[in-house]
């Protein structure tokens, strides 16, 4: 199976969230898996991330850091994801050497243009649709999609709201990897696993 899913972790870790993630990443359909955690003590971030990485090297997935680019290389993630307000994308690549860096560009030409200019790995727009792990995120529309898919060399990550109903038309206007949290971790009708399998 092609891998096309940017799986996001859930905004809290519990106990089972490690059986169920060796479950989705089962499933062989996704690429990379980026831990998104706000406000947690180093310490634990580091304890998490050690854990994150072992299913993920054994499912041959690439694990990726959001904003805590100073940590990568500790916690040997395979890279990391800065968003607009999360520091210097000059510093990041200098600090990443040749890791993975991956950069949120919402809606514009301009951000895009600026994060290839600066080495990134891959750009990410969005929100495309209502996301609840990020209600009030910036608006992007499928016009951006169709100009990167023409412009630029990288490939596309597209996320926000995303489910088994809305994905394919993000695909075929140019996206190479679907940005997934909420449907995955957070479905009221389905366990993660079953979650994953609607994307194929």
Not at 176 to 188: E, F, G, H, M, Q
Request: proline letters at 2%; a positive charge.
């Amino acid at each position: 199976m092609k891998r096309f899913v940017y799986l996001i972790s859930p905004s809290k870790i519990t106990k089972s969230f490690y059986y169920h993630l060796n479950q989705v990443l089962l499933v062989k359909n996704v690429k990379f898996f980026q831990l998104r955690l706000k406000n947690i003590r180093k310490s634990s971030l580091i304890k998490i991330s050690k854990k994150i990485k072992k299913i993920t090297t054994k499912h041959k997935v690439k694990f990726i850091i959001n904003d805590n680019f100073n940590y990568v290389f500790k916690i040997k993630a395979d890279g990391c994801h800065i968003g607009q307000l999360d520091g210097s994308i000059v510093e990041a690549r200098k600090k990443l050497k040749n890791k993975i860096l991956g950069v949120t560009c919402h809606n514009s030409k301009v951000l895009a243009k600026n994060a290839i200019k600066n080495k990134a790995n891959y750009v990410a727009f969005g929100s495309f649709f209502k996301s609840r792990l990020k209600p009030k995120a910036k608006k992007a529309n499928l016009k951006i999609l169709r100009w990167a898919k023409k412009e630029v060399k990288k490939p596309i990550v597209v996320i926000g709201g995303i489910n088994n109903l809305n994905y394919k038309k993000l695909i075929n206007a140019g996206a190479k990897y679907i940005a997934l949290s909420s449907y995955i971790w957070d479905n009221p009708k389905l366990k993660p696993k079953d979650a994953i399998n609607k994307f194929k």
